[in-house]
């Protein structure tokens, strides 16, 4: 029946002149017009009495609206015990056509989204109401085991009924009693933890999606509004369809239909990993940085996270950088369009093989193929081959070569059983591409479907491109750079340039004759003969080396500031080290500080009696030897080493001189200069170098000359002012009276330009200050070793006779200097005297 009708009191007795009172209760039970005739039968009467009942029933009465974010919700059109709509019958607003309940834009994949709606009673009727999502149900939300709540916040830690946790503990800050988070970051990181594990509880169905509504029933208020809350939540890209089924007493079901695009992909690369650069570009890398030629392989590790609900198979490929295709094509598809009138085959297809060119990578990646868990997590190890090279390096500085590959994780997902629709037509899912927040990279990706329609759900059989990594390494050339300044100097660095060209590393060592002398005598090492030099690590690569030297020079020295090679004491069980050569091992940045000495093989000077041997060529020895770097990767560096031994001299002006004609009680006087041309400090002693008689009668042209007259060599006629000494080099040039500049007649003083130079004293005044001529030459050589040395050489003859004698300023270790003195000794009293002498 569509209503049912009550009496009260349904029947009964009625005295006389009674007056009864009948309560009649219409319940309608379906909407439509009542006309129906009752009667009430009196026993006694020969007519019964009775009433028509004529009504309208009519059920509850709703209407559905969309609210967005920010809108004002309307009020109830009437108070609730109201039994009519209040005003003008002209003004009840009419149900409108049911929204549709489609997230506006694309979300990204574990994006929440919130959307809300609501039931407006346009009835004075109340009413229960249910409402659930169709298919995508929420797992676990009224579970106690679970940890949390949804609007409750987090209860993560909490026990159960037998004491036992039943989770683990989520981020939070309920049990920090003193460091709660405060900072921004802090209860973002915390927010993001607890939203994961309620996600992962929610979507445990398997579904990819999951549809919340709130609340999900309760009582409609006669002319109220209810504001439902819809939220929906993934972890699987796809585009999800589903019906809201609103389910109102009194009333039919209402299915709002719901839509969401959800774009990412569930694999993504944990930035913990050792060299994985996820900031610098829009690509991930894995940068293994500066490797060595010929090292042995070096690995990499990265973490695949799989945060969907399903197992998923993941291949990768090792591509060119410039390989950024999605597909990996194996079949080339043409087809040619045939517009020829009257052709029964309007298009040929023609299928063949997609042949990529061959690519040799230097890396590699295991497993190539493995499954990751839902949930869960796989290591795959990337490999960087041993690295050669055909190019002829040389001594070339800074050889780089770069090294780089993509690689590219296509994912297979594999679901557990189809998961067939609740009603045909009623959910569809298409296949999207992948490219927005929440991918394991930020790079486009397309995400391809193969599946079985409606069955799969809104997940995916294949994802092509799931994740994408780029790998880059280095090759370089195990190379020191040279640095001649000592620890704690301020010098400047060797003169290399930082282009890659051919450079040779110099070290030259220069040493003197007197050095070597001290060397041989006492069997040390001075400090002359050492070079020391810093040899540094500029690369980012720990290298492995041997130093050797080669030629006249040996490793006095070679220490460094880092931990000790593990090889040193035996440096013969390193093969590599095939010149057993003092082992080290420089991380980068380090350096070794060498100590290299310069020991030539010296042969003596030539006398001069030889006349196969050319002196000029003895006064500097040059050697050329290597300092040699082996690497343990088989590289070799060479510093080329240059030695030099200069050998001191001596040059004496004037070289020969004759006093002419003195008195036997007279003498004469002469100044002559020691000066030293060279860089090394001469020490030299003045001996006198006897008459070699001729062995026979030579030819004499000019009979006359004073020097092919018959001479004395007499020694003790020639008397010097010092017989040794000392002369750094290189001197300054003689000074000279001789010239001046003519006077200026445009000047107002007479005064030369420069003081003249004094060559003798025209005063003396008895005082001890007073000095001769030479003395005073020899104080300013005092005072500035540079300036030449002043020798008096005093000629006094004992008889009437011509002498002659050679003397040589013998050199330490070096080249003489001889010079020869002549003069005549005479009895005669009234004979002129020979002028001074001019320089």
């Known amino acids: 029946p569509s209503f049912h009708v009550e009496f009260e009191p349904a029947s009964g007795s009625l005295s006389s002149k009674q007056v009864l009172k009948c309560k009649v209760t219409y319940t309608a039970k379906l909407a439509g017009a009542i006309d129906d005739l009752y009667r009430c039968r009196i026993f006694g009467m020969n007519m019964n009495i009775g009433f028509n009942l004529k009504t309208i029933s009519k059920g509850v009465v709703v209407g559905y609206e969309r609210v967005e974010e920010g809108d004002e919700i309307p009020g109830p059109l009437c108070p609730p015990d109201a039994p009519q709509f209040i005003g003008d019958p002209e003004d009840v607003p009419q149900p409108g056509v049911p929204p549709k309940m489609h997230v506006k834009g694309d979300v990204a994949l574990f994006q929440r989204k919130t959307m809300k709606f609501i039931i407006r009673n346009f009835s004075a009727v109340p009413a229960k109401f249910s409402i659930n999502p169709r298919k995508y149900l929420p797992a676990g939300l009224d579970d106690d085991d679970f ?62 999606f999951a549809i919340d509504v709130s609340p999900k029933e309760g009582l409609l208020v006669p002319w109220g509004i209810t504001v439902v809350t819809v939220s929906n939540f993934n972890n699987m890209p796809g585009t999800y369809k589903d019906e809201i089924h609103c389910q109102i007493t009194g009333a039919p079901v209402t299915r709002l239909d719901f839509k969401s695009v959800v774009l990412g992909c569930p694999l993504s690369l944990k930035s913990t990993s050792l060299g ?13 940085g500066e490797v060595a030629l010929n090292c042995k392989p070096l690995t990499r590790t990265i973490c695949i996270k799989n945060s969907g609900p399903i197992d998923s198979l993941v291949r990768f490929s090792v591509r060119e950088p410039a390989d950024d295709s999605v597909d990996n094509k194996v079949v080339a598809l043409t087809f040619n369009d045939n517009d020829v009138a009257g052709s029964k085959n309007p298009f040929k297809i023609k299928l063949g093989l997609y042949e990529k060119p061959k690519f040799e990578s230097p890396f590699d990646i295991t497993p190539h193929a493995t499954k990751i868990p839902k949930h869960g997590e796989k290591n795959f190890t990337i ?4 690295v050669v090279t055909d190019e002829q390096i040389g001594d070339k500085k800074l050889w780089r070569k770069l090294m780089n590959v993509l690689m590219v994780a296509d994912a297979q997902w594999l679901h557990p059983k ?64 040279l640095d001649k300044r000592r620890h704690g100097e301020k010098n400047a660095h060797s003169e290399v340039e930082d282009k890659d060209v051919n450079v040779k590393q110099v070290v030259k060592i220069a040493i003197s004759a007197m050095d070597y002398k001290e060397y041989k005598e006492t069997g040390e090492v001075p400090d002359a003969m050492e070079q020391t030099f810093l040899l540094t690590n500029q690369l980012s690569i720990t290298q492995d080396l041997a130093l050797s030297v080669q030629g006249p020079f040996s490793i006095e020295s070679a220490k460094t500031m880092t931990l000790p090679h593990p090889g040193i004491r035996d440096p013969s069980k390193a093969e590599w080290n095939t010149d057993r050569g003092k082992l080290f091992r420089l991380p980068p940045l380090e350096s070794v500080e060498v100590s290299v000495s310069f020991k030539p093989t010296v042969t003596p000077l030539s006398d001069g009696s030889r006349d196969d041997i050319d002196e000029s060529k003895d006064m500097k020895l040059d050697a050329a030897g290597r300092l040699k770097v082996l690497y343990s990767t088989g590289q070799t560096q060479f510093v080329e080493l240059k030695g030099e031994l200069l050998r001191p001299t001596v040059a004496v ?187």
């Open 147 to 208: 940890g949390f709540t949804m609007k409750g916040g987090s209860t993560a830690g909490k026990s159960t009924k037998g004491g036992k946790r039943k989770q683990k503990p989520i981020l939070g800050n309920e049990h920090e009693k003193t460091q709660v988070f405060q900072t921004f970051k802090g209860q973002e990181h915390t927010r993001a933890k607890i939203e994961y594990d309620e996600d992962r509880q929610i979507l445990s169905g398997g579904l990819g």
């Open 276 to 288: 994985l650069d996820v900031v610098s570009g829009p690509l991930p890398k894995m940068k293994f």
């Open 383 to 386: 490999t960087l081959r041993e």
């Open 418 to 481: 189809p998961m067939p629709s609740l009603m045909e037509g009623s959910s569809s899912v298409e296949s999207l591409a992948s490219s927005k927040a929440g991918t394991a990279s930020s790079s486009r990706r397309k995400t391809t479907r193969h599946g079985h329609g409606d069955e799969s759900g809104g997940l995916e059989r294949e994802t092509n491109g799931a994740v994408k990594l780029g790998v880059e390494a280095t090759a370089v050339s195990p190379y020191l750079f």
């Open 653 to 839: 002006q004037p070289s020969d001189y004759h006093y002419g004609t003195v008195h036997v009680e007279e003498d004469s006087s002469v100044i002559v200069y020691v000066c030293n041309p060279t860089l090394v400090t001469a020490n030299y002693r003045i001996v006198h170098i006897p008459a070699v008689p001729p062995k026979r009668a030579r030819m004499i042209l000019d009979a006359g000359a004073e020097l092919n007259q018959r001479h004395t060599d007499d020694p003790s006629a020639f008397e010097f002012s010092e017989y040794e000494g000392t002369q750094p080099g290189p001197t300054l040039p003689l000074p000279s009276s001789g010239y001046c500049l003519p006077d200026d007649k445009n000047r107002k003083k007479k005064d030369p330009v420069f003081t003249k130079t004094s060559m003798s004293l025209t005063w003396r005044t008895g005082a001890e200050a007073d000095l001769d001529f030479g003395e005073k030459l020899r104080s300013v050589n005092a005072s500035n070793p540079r300036n030449p040395r002043a020798i008096t050489v005093r000629f006094k003859p004992g008889e009437d006779k011509r002498y002659k004698c050679r003397f040589r300023f013998e050199v330490e270790e070096g080249l003489g200097f001889d010079v020869v003195l002549t003069g005549r000794g005479t009895y005669k009293e009234n004979g002129k005297r020979r002028p001074p002498p001019h320089v």
